[in-house]
């Protein structure tokens, strides 16, 4: 089966989603808490939630740019822009963000399903999400060609990248019991940012 990404984008889009995945906020205050006040696996099943709730995000952006791409022809760069725009915005937002010391608080114990829950919920929660993916996915794959098995690379992608760095803060937290910084926090905020600039720009002046 053929993809329309490259080598070169695939890899491309699993660094940036490695860094804004990186981003410390309320998922990884979730994670982190989790993992903290009632162990790693409890952390593993709210990163699980956070997953699936991306997956759901990404799917919706995907074949709904698809739809657009079909049915608004030349009107479909319009979109190209905003999106380029809205992403350039969160970037200077994040690099110019004040950093805080992220705190967890003590929380009662609860069952698994509770931890995906929060995971889930909180991803679902976040409605600027689709608008994001909206904006971010161009950059790296034709959405007017995309195939069930580019979705399924994206799924995977987004699997092991920000799947990865959850784990990761779940892990520091109930190995260490160490919060992050205000100093590497405004470092994170920073390359986050920069990287989002980056795809905006790439993505308002790509042909």
Same mark, same amino acid.
């Given at each position: 089966m053929q993809s329309s990404m490259t080598f070169s984008s695939i890899v491309a889009l699993f660094s940036a989603m490695v860094v804004l995945a990186c981003i410390p906020s309320v998922s990884v205050l979730a994670v982190s808490t989790r993992s903290a006040t009632s162990g790693f696996i409890h952390g593993v099943f709210t990163t699980i939630g956070i997953v699936v709730g991306d997956i759901i995000f990404i799917i919706i952006a995907i074949w709904g740019l698809s739809l657009l791409a079909e049915t608004m022809g030349s009107l479909f760069v319009l979109i190209k822009y905003l999106g380029g725009a809205y992403l350039i915005l969160l970037g200077i937002r994040l690099c110019t963000s004040k950093s805080k010391n992220v705190e967890t608080q003590e929380v009662v114990k609860s069952?698994?399903?509770?931890?995906?829950?929060?995971?889930?919920?909180?991803?679902?929660?976040?409605?600027?999400?689709?608008?994001?993916?909206?904006?971010?996915?161009?950059?790296?794959?034709?959405?007017?060609?995309?195939?069930?098995?580019?979705?399924?690379?994206?799924?995977?992608?987004?699997?092991?990248?920000?799947?990865?760095?959850?784990?990761?803060?779940?892990?520091?937290?109930? @190995?260490? @019991?160490?919060?992050?910084?205000?100093?590497?926090?405004?470092?994170?905020?920073?390359?986050?940012?920069?990287?989002?600039?980056?795809?905006?720009?790439?993505?308002?002046?790509?042909?």
């Open positions: 069952s698994l399903i509770s931890s995906f829950l929060t995971g889930l919920l909180i991803t679902l929660g976040d409605q600027k999400a689709t608008l994001f993916y909206l904006g971010f996915f161009p950059a790296f794959v034709d959405i007017s060609k995309i195939s069930y098995f580019d979705t399924g690379i994206i799924i995977t992608i987004t699997t092991v990248a920000v799947g990865g760095v959850k784990l990761g803060y779940a892990f520091m937290a109930d @190995r260490a @019991r160490l919060l992050i910084s205000s100093k590497i926090t405004k470092g994170i905020n920073i390359a986050a940012g920069c990287v989002m600039i980056a795809v905006g720009v790439f993505l308002v002046t790509k042909a």
